[in-house]
Structure formats: structure tokens, C-alpha cells
């Protein structure tokens, strides 16, 4: 399962918390398919305290990697501390490195695992 969580990590109130994404967020799951038309992300976030945070369902694993949806995001996080405005932050978000797709995964058992590790084992510890 993939949740959304903004959080705030910092010592003091986050306001006008504002997270934008893009391509727009999008998810696999026809019921929250439209993500990124939640209230906390089209219009932003009036306040989080210190270790507050906001979880959204997002995805479900296999349904995220079948699906023909983005996979790659910009995040780009906005807001206001006690000094004023806080300094922009901006994240690449790939998916695709969650789902191990490809060549990382290998077909098995863990049964040949376990033998597998056995075996380089006698063939360093002879």
C-alpha cells in the first residue's frame, strides 16, 4: 500500500503548506483516481504542527504497476514559518523504483535462497 504523507518535521507551526505535483498526481485505484483534486493539494494547507502530518491513500503496489499512469513526479513544497516564507523544496518522486520492476526481481523460492546462501557459505567457510 502507498500512502501520501505530508508532514511537518520542523519546531513550529508550517502555514500555507502548498504541495504541487507534476505531472499531476494520479492514482491506479478508480476511487482516488483524481488524487490531486483533494482539498489539502488543490488548496493547499492552512496550517501543520510541529510533527503533524496528513496521510492520503494513494496506491496499491501491483495495481500501480499495471497501471498506464504516471510514474514520475516533481514535488515541489511551499509554506510559511514563523519568519515568513519558508525556502522552496523540490523533489523527483520515481515510482518505478518502488514497484522493482525489471531485472531486480528474481524468479524463486525462498527455499532456493536459503540453499543458495548455504552454498556460497561452504564455499567460503570450507
Known amino acids: 500500500m502507498l ?3 505530508i508532514e511537518n518535521s520542523g519546531r513550529s507551526v ?9 505531472p499531476p498526481l494520479r492514482s491506479a ?16 494547507i492552512p496550517a501543520i504542527p510541529p510533527n503533524g502530518r496528513i496521510m492520503h ?14 510514474k514520475s513526479y516533481t514535488i515541489n513544497v511551499t509554506g510559511e514559518g514563523p519568519a515568513g516564507e ?4 523540490e523533489y523527483v518522486l520515481d515510482l518505478n523504483a518502488l514497484l522493482l ?12 535462497l536459503s540453499r543458495a546462501i548455504s552454498n556460497l557459505a561452504k564455499k567460503i567457510n570450507p
Open 3 to 5: 500512502l501520501l504523507v
Open 14 to 22: 508550517a502555514k500555507n503548506v502548498r504541495v504541487t505535483f507534476n
Open 86 to 89: 519558508l525556502e522552496p523544496l
Open 57 to 70: 491513500f494513494l496506491d496499491i503496489g501491483f495495481e500501480l504497476a499495471k497501471a498506464d499512469i504516471p
Open 101 to 112: 520492476e525489471g531485472p531486480v526481481l528474481a524468479e524463486g523460492t525462498i527455499h532456493e
Open 29 to 44: 485505484n478508480e476511487k482516488y483516481e483524481k488524487i490531486g483534486e483533494k482539498t489539502a493539494l488543490k488548496e493547499g
